[in-house]
C-alpha cells in the first residue's frame, strides 16, 4: 500500500484563515488538526487541535497553571477569548519553528510506503500529514487512517 | 580614581595588611578590570554572569585574588552568608509558589474591592509588598503578574499600570526587611546587622512610604481605572479556593515560614546567622512537603548566585590590592564628622546609580567603603546611620528605571508575552515619579530620626 492509496479529502486553511473560522472547522468537521498552507497552496505546517488550544488560552493561563482552576463553570466563553480577531498565522509557532527546508515539511510523496508515512507522522508530532504530487495536494493521511490500515484485525 | 588616591595606594600599604601587591601595575590593571566588568553590566553587552565570572578569572591572572583570598576570606572572598541565604529563601520560595496562595488571595482581594479598579490595585499592591519584605521580589512579582492579568481581563481594564504599580510596590515593600531585597542582605552580613535592626531602622520607614506611593498611584494610574459595573459579575463569579489544590501543602508551608520569620527575629539571641535560619528552614520544608528535588530546586536561580559570587571575588580583588582602602580615606577625610552630609551623598547618590546599573553590583562593591567609614566614625552618633543611607537609596532607586531591578526586567517580559508591551520609558515615567517621592521622603527621615537631635 502506498501513500497515494491512503490519501482522503480534507480541508485546508491559509494563513490568513480567521483563527475562529480555522477551530469551527476542526469542530465541526472532527478534523485531528489543521493543514496550513502557504501562499503557493503547499503545505507549510500541520496546527494538531491541542496547538490551537494553546494559543486560545489566555498566556497568564499559561504562565500560571494554578489559574485555570479558578474560573467558573459559566465562564466557558473566556476559554476561546484568545482566538478573537486573531489569525491562523497568529496561532502558529514563532518563526523559528516553521520549516526551513522542504524535508521539514509535513509532506510526503504519493509512492511513499507506509513506513516513511509513519516517520514523517512521527518526527514531526504531527497527526496529518499531506500528500503532494508536483506542486499539488492529493489528500492527507491522518494518524487515525494510517494506524487503521496497518493494525492487524 | 583620583589621583590623591593613586599616589596613596603607591606610597602606602594595603589596608588588610595580605600579601597582595599594591604596585601601580597590578592596581591599575585591577581598576581597568572592574570598570570594564561593570560596563560589560550595564550595557549587557555580554551576559552579567559572564562578565562577573571573567572580571573575577582576570583577578586572579593579574594577582589581586587568589584562592585563598576568593573563597575563605571573610573580607574580600565571597560571602557565603550571602549565598546561602538566598538559595534556603529560594527553596522555600519554590515550595511556597506551588501551594496557590498568591494565587487565592489576589483574587480574593480582587472579589472583596468588588471589581473597582483602584481598589484591586491597592490591594494588589498591599499583597505583593508585604510579600516582598518576606520573599524575593522576582518571585513575588512572577506570581503576582499573571493573577493580575487575569484580574484586569475579567474587569475589562488595561494591565499595564496594575502592573508597573506592582512591581513599585514590591521594590518598595522589599526594602522593609534583611532578607526583602538583595541589597540588604549583602548590607546586614558585612555590616552584621541583624533582621531586627532592619525592621527598627527600615520599616516604620518603608510603611509610610508604601501609604505615601498608594496615595499616589491613584492619580499616577488614574487612567488605568475605568470601572465596568456589568463586568464586576465576571470576577465575582471566579473561585478563590480552587487556586489551594493542597491545603495540606499550604498549612504545611505557612507553618514553616512562620518558624522561619520566629527564627529571622531570633536569630541574634540564638547565635544563628541568618543564613542557617533560611537553610535549616529550606531543609525542614522541604522534608515535610514531600516534593521531588525538582520541585524544590524550581526556583533557585543558579545564575544569579553565579553572580554574586563573581562579583564577590572582582570587589574582593579591589580590597585586597587597596583600593577600596585608598577610597574609603580619602572618603574619610571628605566626610569629616559631617556624617549627615555623608549620609545625603549616600541616599541620593545611590539611588541615581542604582537607577542606572543593578544595584546588587552597586551596593556589593560600595559596602566595603561604607564600612571603612562606619569604622572610622567609631560609635560616633550617625555614622551607623549610613547603612540606612545606602539601603534606602540602593533599594529606592532599583524603582527609578525599567532597569533598575530584576523585578522591573521579570514582569516587562510577562507584560510582553501577554500582549502588553511596556517600554522603557512607559515604565521609567512612572518609576522616577515614585522614586524621586520616595527618596525624598526618605531623606526628611534620615534626618530626624538619627542626626536632628545628636
Not at chain 2, 507553618?255 to 533560611?278: K, T
Amino acid at each position: 500500500m502506498r501513500a497515494r492509496d491512503l490519501a482522503e479529502q480534507f480541508p485546508v486553511v491559509h494563513l490568513d484563515t480567521p483563527a475562529m473560522d480555522a477551530s469551527r472547522l476542526l469542530v465541526d468537521r472532527a478534523l485531528p488538526g489543521l493543514v496550513v498552507v502557504d501562499r503557493d497552496g503547499l503545505p507549510l505546517v500541520i496546527l494538531p487541535g491541542s496547538q490551537v488550544l494553546r494559543f486560545a488560552l489566555p498566556e497568564y493561563v499559561e504562565e500560571d497553571r494554578t489559574l485555570a482552576a479558578v474560573y467558573s463553570e459559566s465562564d466557558a466563553d473566556a476559554l476561546c477569548e484568545g482566538l478573537r480577531g486573531r489569525t491562523v498565522e497568529e496561532l502558529m509557532p514563532s518563526r523559528q519553528f516553521l520549516p526551513k527546508k522542504a524535508a521539514d515539511r509535513p509532506i510526503v510523496d504519493p509512492d511513499a510506503n507506509l513506513m516513511e508515512v509513519a516517520a514523517v507522522m512521527a518526527e514531526q508530532h504531527s497527526p496529518v500529514v499531506a500528500v503532494v504530487d508536483e506542486g499539488q495536494i492529493v489528500g492527507v493521511i491522518t494518524v487515525h487512517r494510517l494506524l487503521g490500515a496497518a493494525l492487524p484485525r | 580614581m583620583t589621583g590623591l588616591a593613586a599616589a596613596a595606594l603607591v606610597t602606602g600599604e594595603t589596608t588588610n595588611g595580605n600579601e597582595f601587591s599594591a604596585s601601580t601595575p597590578v592596581v591599575v590593571l585591577a581598576i581597568a578590570v572592574f570598570v570594564g566588568a561593570y560596563v560589560f553590566i550595564a550595557t549587557e553587552w555580554v551576559h552579567r554572569v559572564a562578565a562577573a565570572l571573567g572580571g573575577a578569572a582576570l583577578m586572579v591572572v593579574i594577582g589581586a585574588t587568589d584562592a585563598e583570598a576568593a573563597f575563605f576570606s571573610e573580607e574580600t572572598g565571597v560571602d557565603w552568608h550571602v549565598i546561602f541565604l538566598l538559595l534556603g529563601m529560594m527553596i522555600i520560595v519554590s515550595v511556597v509558589k506551588q501551594t496557590g496562595v498568591f494565587e487565592y488571595l489576589a483574587i480574593w482581594a480582587a472579589k472583596k474591592a468588588k471589581g473597582r479598579p483602584y481598589a484591586i490595585l491597592a490591594m494588589l499592591c498591599t499583597i505583593t509588598a508585604v510579600a516582598s519584605a518576606l520573599l524575593d521580589n522576582v518571585t513575588t512579582v512572577l506570581l503576582v503578574a499573571p493573577v493580575t492579568l487575569l484580574v484586569c481581563d475579567r474587569i475589562g481594564v488595561r494591565p499595564e499600570g496594575f502592573l508597573i504599580a506592582e512591581v513599585l510596590a514590591s521594590n518598595i515593600g522589599g526594602t522593609a526587611t534583611l532578607i526583602g531585597d538583595p541589597p540588604n542582605i549583602i548590607i546586614a552580613s558585612r555590616a552584621d546587622l541583624s533582621f531586627n535592626d532592619f525592621v527598627l531602622n527600615l520599616a516604620p520607614f518603608v510603611v509610610v512610604a508604601f501609604i505615601v506611593f498608594l496615595v499616589l498611584a491613584r492619580w499616577l494610574f488614574r487612567r488605568s481605572f475605568t470601572y465596568h459595573p456589568e463586568r464586576v459579575q465576571a470576577i465575582m463569579s471566579m473561585d478563590e479556593r480552587r487556586a489551594i489544590r493542597d491545603p495540606a501543602l499550604l498549612r504545611r508551608s505557612l507553618i514553616v515560614l512562620g518558624l522561619v520569620m520566629l527564627g529571622f527575629v531570633l536569630h541574634s539571641a540564638l547565635h544563628l546567622e541568618p543564613s542557617i535560619i533560611a537553610l535549616l528552614g529550606a531543609g525542614l520544608l522541604v522534608v515535610v512537603s514531600r516534593t521531588s528535588s525538582s520541585e524544590y530546586l524550581e526556583e533557585v536561580e543558579w545564575p544569579t548566585l553565579v553572580f554574586f559570587m563573581g562579583l564577590f571575588i572582582m570587589v574582593g580583588a579591589l580590597v585586597n590590592v587597596g583600593v577600596i582602602g585608598a577610597l574609603g580615606e580619602a572618603a574619610i577625610e571628605a566626610v569629616g564628622d559631617d556624617y549627615f552630609r555623608a549620609a545625603t551623598g549616600l541616599l541620593f547618590g545611590s539611588a541615581v546609580l542604582s537607577g542606572i546599573v543593578d544595584n546588587i553590583p552597586y551596593v556589593a562593591s560600595m559596602v566595603p567603603l561604607v564600612s571603612d567609614l562606619v569604622a572610622a566614625g567609631d560609635g560616633a552618633p550617625g555614622a551607623d546611620a549610613l547603612w540606612w543611607a545606602l539601603a534606602l537609596g540602593a533599594d529606592l532607586g532599583g524603582n527609578a528605571t525599567a532597569v533598575g531591578a530584576s523585578a522591573n526586567v521579570v514582569v516587562i517580559g510577562i507584560a510582553a508575552r501577554s500582549g502588553y508591551p511596556i517600554s522603557f520609558w512607559h515604565f521609567t515615567r512612572y518609576g522616577l515619579v515614585v522614586t524621586a517621592v520616595t527618596v525624598l521622603l526618605a531623606w526628611p527621615y534620615l534626618y530626624f530620626r538619627y542626626y536632628a537631635f545628636s
